[in-house]
C-alpha cells in the first residue's frame, strides 16, 4: 500500500507538468480586475500561493488519481509557482504549479489571506460576497490595514486553513 501511495504521488508530480508556463490563473472566472474596478488590482505579482490556504485543484490530468476538484492545504510553496498540497479528503500531497489550482473562499465570517494585490500578506474576515461581480468584501484585520474594509476579487483572496 505504500508503495501504491508513492507511485500515486510520482504519477500526480509528473502529470502536473513542469510548470515551465507560467500565465497568471484567472481560474476560468471573469474578474473585475479587467476592467480596474477593484483596487486590489494594483500591485499584482504573476504568483499567488502562500503556506496554509486551502486551494482547489483543477488539472484534468489528475482526475484519474481522485484529485480533480478536490481540496487541499498548501503546506510548502517551491519557487513561487508550485505547491505540495495536503489533500483534505486522503492526506496524500502532491506537487502541483499554481495554474493548475484555484483560491478557494470560506463562509462570510471566515478567515482569509490576501494572496495578491495591493493588501498582499494581509489577514481578514470574508464579510460578504458579490457573486455578480465576482468580488467578495473583506475587513482587513492585520498589519498597517487592520481596520480596513475592501472588495477584492475571488482570486485575490484566499481561505486559511483551521489550524
Not at 509528473?14 to 497568471?24: C, D, F, I, Q, T
Not at 494594483?42 to 481522485?66: F, I, M, N, T
Request: charged share 25%.
Amino acid at each position: 500500500m505504500q508503495k501504491d501511495l508513492e507511485e500515486k504521488k510520482r504519477r500526480a508530480a509528473a502529470a502536473a507538468g513542469s510548470g515551465k508556463n507560467r500565465e497568471p490563473s484567472t481560474s476560468g472566472r471573469a474578474t473585475a480586475a479587467a476592467n480596474g474596478s477593484s483596487s486590489s488590482s494594483r500591485g499584482r505579482l504573476d504568483y499567488w500561493l502562500a503556506p496554509g490556504v486551502v486551494v482547489k485543484v483543477l488539472s484534468k490530468a489528475l482526475k484519474e488519481h481522485g484529485y480533480y476538484k478536490q481540496k487541499g492545504v498548501v503546506w510548502k510553496v517551491i519557487d513561487r509557482y508550485v505547491g505540495e498540497i495536503s489533500m483534505l479528503d486522503s492526506g496524500d500531497v502532491i506537487r502541483i504549479d499554481q495554474a493548475e489550482l484555484e483560491t478557494v473562499l470560506p463562509a462570510p465570517g471566515g478567515q482569509v489571506l490576501v494572496v495578491n494585490g495591493t493588501y498582499r500578506g494581509s489577514h481578514g474576515t470574508l464579510q460578504g460576497i458579490d457573486t455578480g461581480r465576482y468580488q467578495a468584501q473583506v475587513l482587513l484585520t492585520s498589519g498597517k490595514y487592520d481596520g480596513v474594509q475592501e472588495w477584492f476579487d475571488y482570486e485575490d483572496i484566499c481561505k486559511v486553513a483551521s489550524k
